[in-house]
Protein backbone atom coordinates (compact mmCIF):
# COMPACT_ATOMS: atom_id res chain seq x y z
CA UNK A 1 0.00 0.00 0.00
CA UNK A 2 2.86 2.13 -0.52
CA UNK A 3 1.41 3.95 -3.40
CA UNK A 4 -1.97 4.63 -1.49
CA UNK A 5 -3.38 7.80 -2.15
CA UNK A 6 -7.91 7.65 -2.55
CA UNK A 7 -9.38 10.11 -0.92
CA UNK A 8 -12.63 8.13 1.61
CA UNK A 9 -15.16 9.50 -1.40
CA UNK A 10 -13.83 7.46 -4.35
CA UNK A 11 -13.90 4.34 -1.79
CA UNK A 12 -17.72 5.05 -1.66
CA UNK A 13 -20.25 2.33 -2.92
CA UNK A 14 -24.13 3.49 -2.90
CA UNK A 15 -25.34 1.52 0.06
CA UNK A 16 -22.21 0.05 1.85
CA UNK A 17 -22.81 0.78 5.70
CA UNK A 18 -20.27 0.18 8.51
CA UNK A 19 -22.70 -0.71 11.06
CA UNK A 20 -25.94 -2.80 10.91
CA UNK A 21 -29.33 -1.75 13.40
CA UNK A 22 -31.88 -3.92 14.28
CA UNK A 23 -35.20 -3.51 12.77
CA UNK A 24 -37.31 -0.03 13.55
CA UNK A 25 -39.87 -1.14 15.97
CA UNK A 26 -41.26 2.00 16.11
CA UNK A 27 -44.03 3.48 13.68
CA UNK A 28 -41.82 6.25 12.79
CA UNK A 29 -38.08 7.52 11.49
CA UNK A 30 -38.44 10.48 13.85
CA UNK A 31 -37.96 12.63 11.08
CA UNK A 32 -41.92 13.34 10.91
CA UNK A 33 -41.61 15.62 14.07
CA UNK A 34 -39.15 18.22 12.96
CA UNK A 35 -39.89 21.11 11.34
CA UNK A 36 -40.17 21.12 7.45
CA UNK A 37 -37.90 23.88 7.10
CA UNK A 38 -35.46 22.78 9.30
CA UNK A 39 -34.51 19.48 7.28
CA UNK A 40 -32.29 19.63 4.42
CA UNK A 41 -33.17 18.94 1.20
CA UNK A 42 -30.94 17.00 -0.71
CA UNK A 43 -29.05 14.02 1.45
CA UNK A 44 -25.75 14.70 2.54
CA UNK A 45 -22.62 13.83 0.25
CA UNK A 46 -21.13 11.18 2.79
CA UNK A 47 -19.16 8.56 1.81
CA UNK A 48 -20.60 4.97 2.11
CA UNK A 49 -17.79 2.75 3.28
CA UNK A 50 -17.32 -0.03 5.41
CA UNK A 51 -15.59 -0.37 8.97
CA UNK A 52 -13.04 -2.22 7.00
CA UNK A 53 -12.90 0.12 4.44
CA UNK A 54 -12.45 3.08 7.00
CA UNK A 55 -9.32 1.89 9.16
CA UNK A 56 -7.47 0.44 6.13
CA UNK A 57 -7.69 3.92 4.43
CA UNK A 58 -6.67 6.20 7.48
CA UNK A 59 -4.16 3.52 8.81
CA UNK A 60 -2.69 3.65 5.46
CA UNK A 61 -2.47 7.47 5.15
CA UNK A 62 -1.38 7.53 9.21
CA UNK A 63 1.73 5.10 7.96
CA UNK A 64 2.52 8.59 5.08
CA UNK A 65 2.53 11.30 7.70
CA UNK A 66 6.43 12.57 8.59
CA UNK A 67 6.53 13.72 12.49
CA UNK A 68 9.30 13.93 14.67
CA UNK A 69 8.58 10.73 15.82
CA UNK A 70 9.38 9.82 12.16
CA UNK A 71 12.47 11.28 11.44
CA UNK A 72 14.60 14.54 11.30
CA UNK A 73 13.04 17.57 11.40
CA UNK A 74 14.87 20.91 11.02
CA UNK A 75 12.43 23.22 10.13
CA UNK A 76 14.16 26.49 11.07
CA UNK A 77 12.03 28.76 13.91
CA UNK A 78 9.45 25.88 14.68
CA UNK A 79 11.24 24.33 16.95
CA UNK A 80 10.55 20.84 16.20
CA UNK A 81 11.62 19.19 19.10
CA UNK A 82 10.55 15.40 20.43
CA UNK A 83 7.46 15.30 22.18
CA UNK A 84 8.07 13.01 25.43
CA UNK A 85 5.38 10.36 25.44
CA UNK A 86 5.21 11.22 29.19
CA UNK A 87 3.57 14.34 28.52
CA UNK A 88 0.80 12.75 26.66
CA UNK A 89 0.50 9.77 29.71
CA UNK A 90 -0.26 12.65 31.91
CA UNK A 91 -1.88 14.60 30.09
CA UNK A 92 -4.64 11.46 29.44
CA UNK A 93 -4.84 10.77 33.16
CA UNK A 94 -8.71 10.75 33.52
CA UNK A 95 -9.08 12.79 36.61
CA UNK A 96 -8.43 15.76 34.23
CA UNK A 97 -9.88 14.68 31.06
CA UNK A 98 -13.10 13.93 32.58
CA UNK A 99 -13.56 17.33 34.01
CA UNK A 100 -15.89 19.64 32.71
CA UNK A 101 -15.02 23.78 32.27
CA UNK A 102 -18.70 24.70 34.32
CA UNK A 103 -17.69 22.19 37.28
CA UNK A 104 -17.68 24.28 40.58
CA UNK A 105 -14.06 25.80 41.83
CA UNK A 106 -14.14 23.59 44.86
CA UNK A 107 -14.40 20.23 42.39
CA UNK A 108 -11.58 21.47 40.23
CA UNK A 109 -9.11 22.39 42.74
CA UNK A 110 -6.29 20.03 41.17
CA UNK A 111 -6.73 21.53 37.96
CA UNK A 112 -6.92 24.66 38.82
CA UNK A 113 -3.60 24.42 40.67
CA UNK A 114 -1.63 23.13 37.94
CA UNK A 115 -2.79 25.96 35.64
CA UNK A 116 -1.57 28.26 38.92
CA UNK A 117 1.71 26.37 39.32
CA UNK A 118 2.51 26.23 35.35
CA UNK A 119 2.21 30.27 35.14
CA UNK A 120 4.55 30.57 38.22
CA UNK A 121 6.77 28.66 36.26
CA UNK A 122 6.72 30.54 33.08
CA UNK A 123 6.97 33.50 34.71
CA UNK A 124 10.12 32.65 36.73
CA UNK A 125 11.55 31.36 33.67
CA UNK A 126 10.63 34.84 31.69
CA UNK A 127 11.39 36.82 34.63
CA UNK A 128 8.22 38.79 34.30
CA UNK A 129 5.40 39.01 37.01
CA UNK A 130 2.48 36.64 35.82
CA UNK A 131 1.37 34.96 32.84
CA UNK A 132 -2.13 33.99 31.54
CA UNK A 133 -2.22 30.60 29.96
CA UNK A 134 -5.60 31.39 28.27
CA UNK A 135 -4.77 32.32 24.44
CA UNK A 136 -4.92 29.27 21.82
CA UNK A 137 -1.57 30.10 19.88
CA UNK A 138 1.42 31.76 19.03
CA UNK A 139 -0.21 34.56 17.01
CA UNK A 140 -3.20 34.75 19.46
CA UNK A 141 -0.61 35.30 22.26
CA UNK A 142 0.73 37.87 20.24
CA UNK A 143 -2.69 39.65 19.70
CA UNK A 144 -3.27 39.19 23.11
CA UNK A 145 -0.06 40.77 24.33
CA UNK A 146 -0.69 43.93 22.27
CA UNK A 147 -4.30 44.44 23.43
CA UNK A 148 -2.88 44.68 26.79
CA UNK A 149 -0.03 46.86 25.14
CA UNK A 150 -2.61 49.10 23.88
CA UNK A 151 -4.71 48.57 26.99
CA UNK A 152 -1.63 50.25 28.89
CA UNK A 153 -1.58 52.98 27.09
CA UNK A 154 -5.36 53.78 26.97
CA UNK A 155 -5.41 53.69 30.73
CA UNK A 156 -3.00 56.30 30.71
CA UNK A 157 -5.07 58.30 28.46
CA UNK A 158 -2.26 58.20 26.66
CA UNK A 159 -4.53 57.11 23.60
CA UNK A 160 -2.46 58.44 20.42
CA UNK A 161 0.27 55.91 20.77
CA UNK A 162 0.12 53.37 18.24
CA UNK A 163 2.71 52.67 16.36
CA UNK A 164 4.17 48.95 16.80
CA UNK A 165 8.28 48.80 15.52
CA UNK A 166 8.96 45.65 13.60
CA UNK A 167 11.84 44.55 12.21
CA UNK A 168 12.09 43.77 9.10
CA UNK A 169 13.37 39.82 9.27
CA UNK A 170 10.95 39.56 11.42
CA UNK A 171 8.19 36.53 11.46
CA UNK A 172 4.90 37.83 9.25
CA UNK A 173 2.38 37.21 12.53
CA UNK A 174 4.53 40.21 13.99
CA UNK A 175 2.90 42.66 11.83
CA UNK A 176 -0.28 41.17 11.42
CA UNK A 177 -0.82 40.90 14.84
CA UNK A 178 -0.35 44.54 15.17
CA UNK A 179 -2.67 45.10 12.45
CA UNK A 180 -5.64 42.66 13.93
CA UNK A 181 -4.67 44.55 17.64
CA UNK A 182 -5.63 47.88 15.66
CA UNK A 183 -2.36 49.15 15.57
CA UNK A 184 -0.13 50.79 13.03
CA UNK A 185 3.26 48.65 11.75
CA UNK A 186 6.25 50.28 11.37
CA UNK A 187 9.68 48.80 9.70
CA UNK A 188 12.90 48.85 11.58
CA UNK A 189 15.49 48.38 9.35
CA UNK A 190 18.04 45.40 10.00
CA UNK A 191 21.90 45.59 10.06
CA UNK A 192 23.32 43.01 7.56
CA UNK A 193 24.12 41.03 10.60
CA UNK A 194 19.98 40.57 11.10
CA UNK A 195 20.51 42.19 14.13
CA UNK A 196 18.70 45.98 14.57
CA UNK A 197 19.80 48.91 13.69
CA UNK A 198 19.47 50.82 16.22
CA UNK A 199 20.74 53.96 14.27
CA UNK A 200 17.07 53.65 12.07
CA UNK A 201 15.25 53.05 15.19
CA UNK A 202 16.49 56.47 17.06
CA UNK A 203 13.93 58.52 14.68
CA UNK A 204 11.07 55.87 15.04
CA UNK A 205 11.09 56.86 18.84
CA UNK A 206 8.04 59.60 19.02
CA UNK A 207 5.62 59.32 21.31
CA UNK A 208 3.17 57.78 19.34
CA UNK A 209 5.03 54.95 19.96
CA UNK A 210 3.58 51.93 21.43
CA UNK A 211 5.97 49.46 21.51
CA UNK A 212 8.46 47.57 19.71
CA UNK A 213 8.00 43.77 18.84
CA UNK A 214 11.38 41.88 18.79
CA UNK A 215 12.66 37.81 18.65
CA UNK A 216 16.12 37.21 20.84
CA UNK A 217 17.93 35.84 19.22
CA UNK A 218 16.76 37.21 16.23
CA UNK A 219 15.25 35.55 12.72
CA UNK A 220 18.94 34.86 11.33
CA UNK A 221 19.57 32.87 15.02
CA UNK A 222 22.48 35.97 16.21
CA UNK A 223 21.49 37.27 20.15
CA UNK A 224 20.58 41.03 20.15
CA UNK A 225 23.83 42.64 21.87
CA UNK A 226 22.24 45.68 22.01
CA UNK A 227 19.09 44.66 23.95
CA UNK A 228 20.03 46.51 26.69
CA UNK A 229 20.50 50.03 24.77
CA UNK A 230 17.40 49.30 22.50
CA UNK A 231 14.92 48.53 26.03
CA UNK A 232 16.16 52.01 27.13
CA UNK A 233 15.91 54.01 24.01
CA UNK A 234 12.25 52.45 23.61
CA UNK A 235 11.74 52.90 27.45
CA UNK A 236 12.25 56.09 27.45
CA UNK A 237 10.69 57.17 24.68
CA UNK A 238 7.37 56.31 26.93
CA UNK A 239 6.81 52.54 24.78
CA UNK A 240 6.51 49.01 25.91
CA UNK A 241 8.94 45.96 24.59
CA UNK A 242 7.29 42.75 23.49
CA UNK A 243 9.35 39.42 23.36
CA UNK A 244 8.04 36.83 20.78
CA UNK A 245 8.72 33.64 22.31
CA UNK A 246 9.54 31.94 18.71
CA UNK A 247 13.18 31.71 19.51
CA UNK A 248 13.21 31.22 23.21
CA UNK A 249 14.56 27.90 23.59
CA UNK A 250 18.44 28.40 23.15
CA UNK A 251 17.80 31.14 26.19
CA UNK A 252 16.05 28.74 28.24
CA UNK A 253 16.90 28.86 32.05
CA UNK A 254 19.55 30.86 31.25
CA UNK A 255 18.57 34.33 30.17
CA UNK A 256 15.35 35.45 31.37
CA UNK A 257 13.27 38.29 28.66
CA UNK A 258 11.86 40.23 31.89
CA UNK A 259 15.87 41.09 32.65
CA UNK A 260 16.46 41.99 28.91
CA UNK A 261 13.70 44.65 29.86
CA UNK A 262 10.83 43.05 27.90
CA UNK A 263 7.18 44.44 29.69
CA UNK A 264 4.96 41.39 27.60
CA UNK A 265 5.90 38.16 25.80
CA UNK A 266 4.60 35.17 24.79
CA UNK A 267 5.05 31.96 24.95
CA UNK A 268 4.80 28.74 22.37
CA UNK A 269 4.40 25.93 24.69
CA UNK A 270 3.81 23.45 21.32
CA UNK A 271 7.68 25.25 20.46
CA UNK A 272 9.84 25.25 23.50
CA UNK A 273 7.63 23.36 25.77
CA UNK A 274 7.58 20.00 23.95
CA UNK A 275 3.95 19.91 23.50
CA UNK A 276 3.03 18.76 19.50
CA UNK A 277 2.87 21.03 16.80
CA UNK A 278 2.40 21.44 13.42
CA UNK A 279 -0.13 19.19 11.73
CA UNK A 280 -0.70 18.38 15.30
CA UNK A 281 -1.50 20.88 18.20
CA UNK A 282 -3.31 22.12 19.12
CA UNK A 283 -1.28 24.95 20.10
CA UNK A 284 -1.19 27.38 23.42
CA UNK A 285 0.49 30.86 23.49
CA UNK A 286 0.60 31.46 26.96
CA UNK A 287 1.54 35.72 27.65
CA UNK A 288 3.13 36.87 30.43
CA UNK A 289 3.49 40.65 31.27
CA UNK A 290 5.52 42.52 33.60
CA UNK A 291 4.56 44.00 37.52
CA UNK A 292 2.45 47.26 36.35
CA UNK A 293 0.76 45.21 33.19
CA UNK A 294 -0.53 42.19 35.31
CA UNK A 295 -4.30 44.28 36.18
CA UNK A 296 -4.87 44.26 31.96
CA UNK A 297 -4.37 40.04 31.42
CA UNK A 298 -7.26 38.65 30.43
CA UNK A 299 -10.18 37.06 31.86
CA UNK A 300 -11.15 34.70 33.55
CA UNK A 301 -7.54 34.13 35.80
CA UNK A 302 -6.32 31.56 38.35
CA UNK A 303 -5.71 33.04 41.34
CA UNK A 304 -3.87 31.65 44.54
CA UNK A 305 -6.29 32.31 47.92
CA UNK A 306 -4.27 33.17 51.47
CA UNK A 307 -5.92 29.84 52.52
CA UNK A 308 -4.04 28.08 49.68
CA UNK A 309 -7.05 27.08 47.73
CA UNK A 310 -7.81 28.61 44.02
CA UNK A 311 -10.44 30.46 42.49
CA UNK A 312 -11.32 31.25 39.12
CA UNK A 313 -11.32 35.33 39.10
CA UNK A 314 -12.05 38.36 36.61
CA UNK A 315 -10.82 41.38 36.91
CA UNK A 316 -12.53 45.23 35.73
CA UNK A 317 -8.95 46.48 34.43
CA UNK A 318 -8.82 43.15 32.36
CA UNK A 319 -9.01 43.68 28.71
CA UNK A 320 -11.28 41.57 28.85
CA UNK A 321 -11.68 37.03 27.18
CA UNK A 322 -9.91 35.98 24.83
CA UNK A 323 -10.74 32.03 24.75
CA UNK A 324 -13.63 29.99 26.35
CA UNK A 325 -12.72 29.38 29.63
CA UNK A 326 -8.78 28.71 30.39
CA UNK A 327 -7.81 28.16 27.18
CA UNK A 328 -6.48 24.85 25.90
CA UNK A 329 -5.99 22.72 28.95
CA UNK A 330 -4.65 19.95 28.04
CA UNK A 331 -1.85 21.19 26.61
CA UNK A 332 -0.72 22.90 29.65
CA UNK A 333 -0.19 19.47 31.69
CA UNK A 334 1.97 18.18 28.83
CA UNK A 335 4.22 21.62 29.50
CA UNK A 336 3.69 21.01 33.17
CA UNK A 337 5.00 17.29 33.01
CA UNK A 338 7.88 18.60 30.15
CA UNK A 339 8.94 21.30 32.51
CA UNK A 340 8.73 18.76 35.82
CA UNK A 341 10.27 15.81 34.16
CA UNK A 342 13.67 17.97 33.47
CA UNK A 343 13.67 20.02 37.41
CA UNK A 344 15.48 23.13 37.10
CA UNK A 345 19.07 21.99 37.09
CA UNK A 346 18.32 19.91 33.39
CA UNK A 347 15.95 22.95 31.86
CA UNK A 348 19.69 24.92 31.98
CA UNK A 349 21.01 22.22 29.17
CA UNK A 350 18.08 22.76 26.66
CA UNK A 351 19.64 25.98 25.48
CA UNK A 352 23.26 25.00 25.30
CA UNK A 353 22.73 21.33 23.70
CA UNK A 354 20.22 23.11 20.91
CA UNK A 355 23.10 25.75 20.19
CA UNK A 356 25.63 23.28 19.81
CA UNK A 357 23.98 21.15 17.54
CA UNK A 358 23.17 24.10 15.28
CA UNK A 359 26.65 25.41 15.47
CA UNK A 360 27.90 21.54 14.45
CA UNK A 361 25.54 21.70 11.28
CA UNK A 362 26.50 25.45 10.36
CA UNK A 363 30.19 25.02 10.54
CA UNK A 364 30.20 21.01 8.91
CA UNK A 365 28.29 22.26 6.00
CA UNK A 366 29.74 25.98 5.35
CA UNK A 367 31.63 24.91 2.56
CA UNK A 368 29.27 23.37 0.36
CA UNK A 369 26.47 26.28 1.24
CA UNK A 370 26.65 30.43 1.68
CA UNK A 371 26.97 31.37 4.93
CA UNK A 372 25.92 34.83 4.80
CA UNK A 373 26.54 35.26 8.47
CA UNK A 374 29.82 34.38 9.93
CA UNK A 375 30.20 33.95 13.96
CA UNK A 376 28.63 31.36 16.85
CA UNK A 377 24.43 31.36 16.33
CA UNK A 378 22.00 30.06 18.91
CA UNK A 379 19.42 27.77 18.05
CA UNK A 380 19.09 28.31 14.18
CA UNK A 381 21.15 29.95 11.47
CA UNK A 382 20.14 30.56 7.98
CA UNK A 383 22.29 29.40 4.67
CA UNK A 384 21.65 31.43 1.35
CA UNK A 385 21.18 28.23 -0.79
CA UNK A 386 24.14 26.72 -2.18
CA UNK A 387 27.69 28.25 -2.41
CA UNK A 388 27.84 27.48 -6.09
CA UNK A 389 25.44 29.21 -7.54
CA UNK A 390 26.16 27.84 -11.49
CA UNK A 391 24.35 24.97 -11.40
CA UNK A 392 20.65 26.91 -11.16
CA UNK A 393 20.08 24.39 -8.45
CA UNK A 394 18.14 26.25 -5.90
CA UNK A 395 16.78 25.97 -2.03
CA UNK A 396 13.61 24.88 -3.31
CA UNK A 397 15.40 21.92 -5.46
CA UNK A 398 17.51 21.39 -1.92
CA UNK A 399 14.42 21.43 -0.32
CA UNK A 400 12.47 18.75 -2.32
CA UNK A 401 15.72 16.18 -2.78
CA UNK A 402 16.02 16.15 0.91
CA UNK A 403 12.59 14.27 0.91
CA UNK A 404 13.98 11.76 -1.14
CA UNK A 405 16.90 10.70 1.32
CA UNK A 406 13.93 10.14 4.06
CA UNK A 407 14.59 14.12 5.76
CA UNK A 408 11.90 16.59 6.71
CA UNK A 409 12.86 20.20 4.44
CA UNK A 410 13.91 22.92 6.55
CA UNK A 411 12.58 26.36 6.25
CA UNK A 412 13.14 27.82 3.33
CA UNK A 413 12.99 30.90 1.64
CA UNK A 414 12.72 32.81 5.06
CA UNK A 415 13.59 35.34 6.52
CA UNK A 416 13.07 37.43 3.39
CA UNK A 417 16.66 38.82 3.97
CA UNK A 418 18.29 36.76 1.58
CA UNK A 419 17.12 35.16 -1.99
CA UNK A 420 17.46 31.17 -1.51
CA UNK A 421 17.71 31.03 2.49
CA UNK A 422 17.34 27.50 4.03
CA UNK A 423 16.33 28.05 7.59
CA UNK A 424 17.85 24.80 9.65
CA UNK A 425 16.85 24.01 13.50
CA UNK A 426 17.86 20.72 14.95
CA UNK A 427 16.84 21.44 18.70
CA UNK A 428 18.43 19.80 21.24
CA UNK A 429 16.92 16.39 21.67
CA UNK A 430 18.92 15.20 18.35
CA UNK A 431 22.11 12.72 18.73
CA UNK A 432 25.23 13.60 16.98
CA UNK A 433 24.76 10.54 14.51
CA UNK A 434 21.84 11.56 13.38
CA UNK A 435 23.18 14.80 12.73
CA UNK A 436 26.37 13.58 11.01
CA UNK A 437 23.70 11.16 8.92
CA UNK A 438 22.10 14.33 7.76
CA UNK A 439 25.51 16.93 7.25
CA UNK A 440 25.77 13.96 5.17
CA UNK A 441 23.22 13.80 3.20
CA UNK A 442 23.38 17.55 2.44
CA UNK A 443 26.79 17.34 1.19
CA UNK A 444 25.73 14.37 -1.28
CA UNK A 445 22.48 16.72 -2.67
CA UNK A 446 25.77 19.40 -3.08
CA UNK A 447 27.62 16.81 -4.89
CA UNK A 448 24.50 16.18 -7.34
CA UNK A 449 24.04 19.96 -8.01
CA UNK A 450 27.46 19.68 -9.43
CA UNK A 451 27.90 16.89 -11.00
CA UNK A 452 24.00 15.77 -12.05
CA UNK A 453 21.74 18.73 -11.23
CA UNK A 454 19.20 17.35 -13.53
CA UNK A 455 18.50 14.83 -10.62
CA UNK A 456 18.27 17.63 -7.86
CA UNK A 457 15.84 19.96 -9.67
CA UNK A 458 13.42 16.83 -10.50
CA UNK A 459 13.10 15.70 -7.13
CA UNK A 460 11.62 14.15 -5.10
CA UNK A 461 11.91 11.61 -7.05
CA UNK A 462 10.52 8.42 -4.53
CA UNK A 463 7.54 9.97 -3.25
CA UNK A 464 3.92 9.09 -3.68
CA UNK A 465 3.21 12.59 -6.09
CA UNK A 466 5.93 14.31 -7.21
CA UNK A 467 7.12 17.71 -8.06
CA UNK A 468 3.72 19.66 -7.10
CA UNK A 469 2.61 22.40 -9.35
CA UNK A 470 2.44 25.37 -6.66
CA UNK A 471 1.80 28.13 -9.11
CA UNK A 472 -1.65 26.13 -9.81
CA UNK A 473 -2.04 25.31 -6.30
CA UNK A 474 -1.83 28.66 -5.42
CA UNK A 475 -3.90 30.21 -8.37
CA UNK A 476 -6.86 27.70 -7.90
CA UNK A 477 -6.97 25.68 -4.85
CA UNK A 478 -9.59 22.58 -4.79
CA UNK A 479 -9.67 22.41 -1.12
CA UNK A 480 -13.00 19.93 -1.00
CA UNK A 481 -13.85 16.54 -2.25
CA UNK A 482 -17.25 18.74 -3.89
CA UNK A 483 -14.63 21.67 -6.01
CA UNK A 484 -12.27 18.25 -7.30
CA UNK A 485 -15.74 17.09 -8.78
CA UNK A 486 -16.57 20.26 -9.77
CA UNK A 487 -13.11 20.89 -11.72
CA UNK A 488 -13.06 17.55 -13.53
CA UNK A 489 -16.24 18.09 -14.98
CA UNK B 1 21.64 38.04 -15.61
CA UNK B 2 18.51 39.78 -15.70
CA UNK B 3 17.70 42.13 -18.28
CA UNK B 4 18.00 46.27 -17.78
CA UNK B 5 15.95 48.82 -19.81
CA UNK B 6 18.55 51.70 -21.01
CA UNK B 7 16.02 54.20 -21.15
CA UNK B 8 13.98 53.61 -17.47
CA UNK B 9 14.25 54.96 -14.22
CA UNK B 10 14.35 52.98 -11.10
CA UNK B 11 13.58 52.73 -7.54
CA UNK B 12 16.11 50.67 -4.95
CA UNK B 13 12.99 48.57 -3.89
CA UNK B 14 12.95 46.87 -7.90
CA UNK B 15 10.10 48.76 -9.89
CA UNK B 16 10.67 50.34 -13.27
CA UNK B 17 8.67 53.67 -14.53
CA UNK B 18 9.04 55.50 -17.94
CA UNK B 19 7.45 58.74 -18.01
CA UNK B 20 5.54 60.08 -21.33
CA UNK B 21 4.71 63.37 -20.66
CA UNK B 22 2.76 63.88 -17.48
CA UNK B 23 2.28 59.90 -17.65
CA UNK B 24 4.12 57.16 -15.68
CA UNK B 25 4.27 53.49 -16.56
CA UNK B 26 5.13 51.28 -13.79
CA UNK B 27 6.01 47.75 -13.42
CA UNK B 28 8.67 45.60 -11.54
CA UNK B 29 12.07 44.79 -12.48
CA UNK B 30 13.13 41.80 -14.18
CA UNK B 31 15.32 41.10 -11.30
CA UNK B 32 12.47 41.29 -8.88
CA UNK B 33 10.17 38.64 -11.04
CA UNK B 34 13.36 36.80 -11.47
CA UNK B 35 14.04 36.69 -7.21
CA UNK B 36 10.56 36.16 -6.43
CA UNK B 37 10.04 32.84 -8.82
CA UNK B 38 6.47 31.86 -10.03
CA UNK B 39 3.91 34.51 -9.37
CA UNK B 40 0.54 33.78 -8.60
CA UNK B 41 -1.23 37.38 -7.66
CA UNK B 42 -0.92 40.57 -8.28
CA UNK B 43 -2.89 42.73 -5.56
CA UNK B 44 -2.98 45.90 -7.85
CA UNK B 45 -4.54 49.72 -6.60
CA UNK B 46 -7.92 50.76 -8.11
CA UNK B 47 -7.96 53.79 -10.70
CA UNK B 48 -8.37 57.13 -9.15
CA UNK B 49 -6.48 55.99 -6.29
CA UNK B 50 -3.80 58.47 -5.38
CA UNK B 51 -0.27 57.16 -4.54
CA UNK B 52 2.63 58.43 -3.67
CA UNK B 53 6.52 58.24 -4.12
CA UNK B 54 8.07 55.80 -1.52
CA UNK B 55 4.91 53.81 -0.41
CA UNK B 56 3.27 50.70 -0.77
CA UNK B 57 0.56 50.75 -3.68
CA UNK B 58 0.00 47.13 -4.16
CA UNK B 59 1.52 43.73 -3.47
CA UNK B 60 2.95 40.92 -5.95
CA UNK B 61 3.00 37.48 -4.33
CA UNK B 62 4.46 34.63 -5.27
CA UNK B 63 5.19 30.56 -4.41
CA UNK B 64 8.01 32.02 -2.27
CA UNK B 65 6.71 35.01 -0.55
CA UNK B 66 4.30 38.12 -0.63
CA UNK B 67 6.33 41.57 -1.14
CA UNK B 68 5.29 45.21 -0.81
CA UNK B 69 4.82 47.45 -4.11
CA UNK B 70 6.41 50.71 -3.32
CA UNK B 71 5.24 53.64 -5.70
CA UNK B 72 8.37 55.43 -7.55
CA UNK B 73 6.15 58.40 -8.18
CA UNK B 74 3.44 60.36 -6.79
CA UNK B 75 0.16 60.87 -8.03
CA UNK B 76 -3.28 59.28 -9.44
CA UNK B 77 -3.68 56.21 -10.69
CA UNK B 78 -5.32 56.31 -14.38
CA UNK B 79 -5.01 53.00 -15.68
CA UNK B 80 -4.38 49.17 -14.10
CA UNK B 81 -3.11 46.06 -16.56
CA UNK B 82 -6.30 44.58 -16.28
CA UNK B 83 -4.66 41.35 -18.06
CA UNK B 84 -2.64 40.64 -14.84
CA UNK B 85 -5.89 40.08 -12.48
CA UNK B 86 -6.26 36.41 -14.55
CA UNK B 87 -2.76 36.07 -15.70
CA UNK B 88 -0.17 36.91 -13.15
CA UNK B 89 2.51 34.92 -14.32
CA UNK B 90 2.78 37.78 -17.33
CA UNK B 91 5.18 39.49 -15.13
CA UNK B 92 7.19 36.37 -14.95
CA UNK B 93 7.57 36.06 -18.92
CA UNK B 94 8.25 40.01 -19.77
CA UNK B 95 8.42 42.11 -16.63
CA UNK B 96 8.95 44.94 -19.01
CA UNK B 97 6.04 44.44 -21.49
CA UNK B 98 3.68 43.39 -18.54
CA UNK B 99 3.07 46.73 -16.80
CA UNK B 100 1.14 46.90 -13.60
CA UNK B 101 -0.27 50.59 -13.12
CA UNK B 102 -0.11 53.74 -15.18
CA UNK B 103 0.34 57.28 -12.96
CA UNK B 104 -0.95 60.80 -13.90
CA UNK B 105 2.33 62.47 -11.77
CA UNK B 106 1.94 65.16 -10.03
CA UNK B 107 5.21 66.29 -9.62
CA UNK B 108 7.96 65.28 -12.83
CA UNK B 109 10.89 66.28 -11.00
CA UNK B 110 10.29 63.59 -8.54
CA UNK B 111 11.47 61.29 -10.82
CA UNK B 112 14.92 62.53 -10.71
CA UNK B 113 15.02 60.71 -7.15
CA UNK B 114 15.27 57.72 -9.25
CA UNK B 115 17.98 55.42 -10.30
CA UNK B 116 19.32 55.51 -13.73
CA UNK B 117 19.74 51.89 -15.47
CA UNK B 118 23.78 51.92 -14.93
CA UNK B 119 23.17 52.39 -11.08
CA UNK B 120 19.97 50.33 -11.11
CA UNK B 121 22.52 47.46 -12.60
CA UNK B 122 25.15 48.17 -9.41
CA UNK B 123 21.84 47.34 -6.87
CA UNK B 124 21.34 44.04 -8.66
CA UNK B 125 24.83 43.23 -8.37
CA UNK B 126 25.64 43.56 -4.71
Not at chain 1, 25 to 46: C, F, H, M
Not at chain 1, 325 to 340: C, E, P, S
Not at chain 1, 424 to 450: C, G, N, Q, W, Y
Not at chain 2, 94 to 118: G, R, T
Request: charge should be negative; glycine fraction near 8%; proline fraction near 5%.
Amino acid sequence: MKTYDKLIFELSKPGRKGYSLPENEYKTDGLSSIPKDLLRKEVADLPEVSELDVVRHFTNLSSKNFGVDTGFYPLGSCTMKYNPKINEELSALPSFTNLHPLQSEKTVQGALELYWNLQEMLSNIAGLAEFTLNPYAGAHGELTGLMVMRQYHISRGDEKRKKVIVPNSAHGTNPASAMVAGLEVVEVKSKPNGSIDVEDLKPLLDDSVAGIMMTNPNTLGMFETEIMEIANLVHNAGGLLYYDGANLNPLLGKVRPGDMGFDIMHINLHKTFSTPHGGGGPGSGPVGVAKHLVDFLPNPRVVKNEDGSFSIKSEDQSLGNISSFLGNFGVMMKAYAYILSLGKENIKNVGPLATLNANYIKESLKDDYLLPIEGVCKHEFVFDGLKDKSTGVTTLNVAKRLLDYGFHAPTIYFPLLFHESMMIEPTETESKETLDEFIDVMHTVAKEARENPEVVKSAPLTTIVRKLDETSAAKNPILSYRSLKANAK
Amino acid sequence: MSKILEDLRYADSHEWVKLEGDIATIGITDYAQHALGSIVYVDMPEVGDEVTQGEDFGAVESVKAASDLISPVSGEVVEINEALEDEPELVNQDAFENWIMKVKVSDPSEIDNLLDAAAYAKICEE
